[in-house]
């Protein structure tokens, strides 16, 4: 009797494991663990992430990212003395009508005066080409009428990203490389003609059939008389995978389903969403570089800082004078006219509630959108390269939602530091409805298998939702660039800072003097009095900063060389 209880109880164990595991079967088909842990650099996280779904721990797969990111700060009290308070900062304005002529004076002057740029009209004028200011400039809120209102039809891309070989293969023309006749090649001094002949690529393939792979359309076009033809693209360094559409930062990520990527017919619509302050020069760089990739950009500003107190609208004023002009028909502006409860007190509510509103009210006034487009939410010191985005939009088969790997930087781009800042920050539109509630901070700080619509849009959409990330900590997917303007700039960073975040710098008086900024954009140090220890960097190396900002190098060299080493260096001498 007992062997049988034995083997009844041994057989029940069996079948509740088998069980188990089946039900866990496609989860694992879709986290390749094994390649993982065998890998010469195993992904921890990764591991950690994949054990969540069989044990449900509150473990968190990628670390906090902080708004700001920057050297441990030492936790001090602020100093003594009660700050002004702001007249009930969370509620909502007056009308611009009802607006007292001194509080309209103020924005007047509060416009034109740039604090995160050199009071250098010349480079203004070589580079952002914006229309001339006049004394008279009417305040932006007094122009703004209805366009906080409009809403934006989003339209398929066209755009010939993919061609056809001579042998028949689709490939990204990007990343594919253009061969030369043999008969050229043979000639001691190619004519100039034959140089700029293309004979691997030829028209793009402007039918509406569906996309086909390399085998089928090699298939399609008959056998050859003599044996088996290879059909297949020649890429171009940085580019991988059978249609040479796969950037490096894609490659060597730690994405599971890099064997079952494919082209796209239409691509993704692509919508980025950013809070602005006073970050200018770093959204010129945005714009520019993700301008062929991204299909419109949420673009939201306040008129009250992330510390509750009353500021000019500088971006709006931009867009109105003409400085966004090349990329007018692709901004979204969206105007946050009021202040959270409660955020004076905390911070963070301030902060949390600057991308709730930027998402909720955005994503509102999009007309055609799909499920499967791409969002992607970042801070406005986080540019992601154009090759990842590209390769979100035109390639179906990656999972989400998606972090980004980013190169690391403090005060400007030659202040290099250790590993990368990796930030989760997009994924599809139908995730961010069904699982966010179409709340980018919950896509930015929370893990996905905590939301309550999880389980229901996996078994909707027949995904299996797993976290990956663009890049790794050696192959970077963009820029984050922190602290990164003129010390007029930090200076009003500093006193615009959210209560949240201590200890808060901008409550000191010597925190917020010019010299003292200076020196910290000298020595790379932080207001703690700490000093990193920065890898070398050279303005040549591989992402150093985004190719924008590398061809106006004279325009953003306060970013791109420590403006105060040089001087420091001519007083030592």
Known sequence: MKMRRHRVFLICTVGLCVISFLHYYKALHYVSLLRELSAPYPNIKSFIMVTGFFWKEGTNPLSSVSPEE??????????AGEKPEAPHPWKRPEDPQRRS?????????????????????????????????????????ESLGDLHR???????????????????????????????????????????????????????????TPVKSVEESGASRGKPKRGKRLVKCICRPGWHGPYCGVPTMVYHSNLPTKERLTPRETPRHVINAINVNHEFDLLHVRFRELIRAVDLFLVCESNFTAYGERRPLRFLHLLLNGTYDYVRHKILYVFLDHFPEGGR???????????????RDGMSRIAGSRSDDVFLINDADEIP???????????????EPFAIHMRKSLYGFFWKQLGSLEVVSGCTVGMLRAVYDNDGIR?????????????????????????????SPFHFAGWHCSWCFTP????????????????RWGDYEDKRDLNYIKDLIRTGGWFDGSVQEYPPSDPKEHMYAPKYM???????????????????????A
């Open 150 to 208: 409009r809403t934006h039809v989003l339209k398929d891309d066209r755009s010939p990203y993919f061609i056809r070989t001579k042998a028949g293969a689709l490939c990204f023309r990007q990343g594919t490389e253009v061969a030369q006749p043999k008969d050229e090649m043979l000639k001691v001094r190619p004519s100039v003609a034959g140089l700029g002949k293309r004979t691997i690529l030829q028209k793009p393939d402007e039918s509406k």
């Open 443 to 471: 896509l930015r700080r929370r893990e996905y298998y905590t939301m309550p619509g999880f389980r229901k849009y996996e078994n909707d959409t027949g995904h299996i939702l797993v976290q990956w990330s663009i890049g």
């Open 385 to 399: 390269a154009q090759e990842g985005v590209i390769f979100l939009k035109l390639f179906d088969g990656w999972t």
């Open 101 to 141: 002529s001194g509080t309209t004076e103020v924005h007047k002057g509060g416009l034109i005066a740039s604090t995160n740029q050199k009071p250098d009209p010349q480079r203004d004028a070589a580079v952002n080409k914006p229309q001339p200011r006049h004394a008279s400039t009417p305040d932006p809120l």
């Open 550 to 572: 590398l061809d106006k190098y004279d325009h953003y060299r306060y970013l791109l060389e420590n403006p105060y080493a040089r001087q420091s260096n001519l007083g030592g």
């Open 345 to 359: 007190q905390d911070g963070w509510i301030a902060d949390d509630y600057l991308r709730t509103f930027l998402t």
């Open 70 to 79: 920057g050297p441990r700060l030492v936790h001090s009290k602020s100093r």
């Open 488 to 503: 007029e700039g930090i200076h009003f960073k500093l006193i615009s800072a959210q209560n949240g975040d201590f200890p």
